[in-house]
């Protein structure tokens, strides 16, 4: 079965230092990954997708992600983290499956505190 | 544009109970989908649908019907409320095609007693 894994209940990082929140995968076939982040009592908002090519994915927000198929991993980075980041973050991989549709699996959710 | 909106933003029913949640979309989405979200546990899917008149069972599907009778809209019902339904409710749509993004609503927050 497909699922993703996300290590981390919380990740604490000053302002202005680099941050990275971990994502691990399980799927057969082809990953197609996902990134997003829901801010406090609002919906979730896609950052960025991993379907194919190259392996460092540039997304919203000035966040990206690593795909690397040996590890498994797709981890989300940003080179210098704001205090406006802190925010609940999900990786998701999609299901494949017949029918149509695209049903994706969530991880369990990363809580990102950025403090100044 | 709107994007995915969803009422009630809130709602509190007792057990047994019943209650429809409606979720709206004006980006002209063929599928349209359902999640619930708890604690710990990320979202799943409830039901989801590739295109008006269509619906399909997700992760989580027992105690939830859904009809999607206009393409811009996705009902989700509850016919019996529980107390293990207590959650917040998410509505999604995305385009057509297995690499788009999903789209999602404010969120509604459902208690049972």
């Known amino acids: 079965a497909q699922s993703v894994a996300q290590p981390e209940d919380q990740v604490n990082v000053a302002e202005g230092n680099p941050l990275t929140v971990k994502c691990t995968y399980s799927?057969?076939?082809?990953?197609?990954l996902f990134w997003y982040v829901q801010y406090p009592n609002r919906g979730l908002q896609f950052l960025l997708k991993?379907?194919?090519?190259?392996?460092l994915v540039k997304g919203s927000y000035g966040f990206e992600a690593e795909f690397n198929k040996s590890q498994t991993s797709f981890h989300l980075k940003k080179p210098s983290a704001l205090v406006s980041d802190s925010a609940l973050y999900f990786c998701a991989v999609r299901v494949p499956f017949t029918g149509g549709g695209n049903k994706l699996t969530f991880g369990t959710g990363t809580q990102l505190k950025v403090e100044l | 544009n709107a994007g995915v909106t969803q009422t009630p933003k809130f709602r509190v029913l007792k057990t047994g109970q019943s209650m429809t949640l409606l979720c709206a979309q004006d980006?002209?989405?063929?599928?349209m989908y359902w999640y619930r979200q708890d604690p710990g546990m990320g979202l799943r899917l409830i039901h989801y649908s590739v295109g008006e008149g269509t619906t399909a069972k997700g992760e989580v599907p027992d105690g939830y019907n859904v009809s999607r009778l206009k393409k811009q809209n996705f009902l989700l019902g509850l016919e019996s409320a529980a107390p293990s339904q207590t959650s917040v409710y998410f509505c999604a749509s995305s385009q057509a095609g297995v690499y788009n993004e999903q789209f999602f609503g404010p969120g509604t927050r459902l208690t049972v007693l």
């Open positions: 991993y379907i194919t090519g190259d392996n």
């Open positions: 980006m002209n989405h063929e599928y």
């Open positions: 799927v057969s076939g082809n990953p197609y």
